[in-house]
């Protein structure tokens, strides 16, 4: 299984960006899937989540300004960011709940980073 996140950058507060994680290998299933970032010295945080009906769940930091959406046929979820902050920036990893195969435990699987810069 892996997990291949792209679109981050450099952007000016108020800008925008729009991650991508693609999921391939061997992908029984796929359950919830989620955004998580991690900024200088700090934890690695929760940014939003989507279940495979679509069910999105968001940080209160980010609720009314991030869209989490996914496209199951392409195994593949989004993050839009608007109004973007100085607070936003990050290494932003994609995670997956996957069976890989049949008769395997459902585990976690992350991505590698894509990194977001907001500054002017």
């Known amino acids: 299984v892996q997990l291949q996140a792209c679109g981050g950058g450099s952007v000016q507060p108020g800008g925008t960006l729009r991650l991508s994680c693609a999921a391939s290998g061997n992908l029984y299933s796929i359950d919830d899937m989620g955004w998580y970032r991690q900024a200088p010295g700090k934890q690695r945080d929760l940014v939003a989540t989507?279940?495979?009906?679509?069910?999105?769940k968001y940080a209160a930091s980010v609720k009314d300004r991030f869209t989490i959406s996914r496209d199951n046929a392409k195994k593949t979820i989004y993050l839009q960011m608007n109004s973007l902050i100085p607070e936003d920036t990050a290494v932003y990893y994609c995670?997956?709940?996957?069976?890989?195969?049949?008769?395997?435990?459902?585990?976690?699987?992350w991505g590698q980073g894509t990194e977001v810069t907001v500054s002017s």
């Open positions: 989507i279940s495979s009906p679509g069910r999105a």
């Open positions: 995670s997956g709940r996957i069976i890989a195969r049949w008769g395997d435990r459902r585990d976690v699987y």
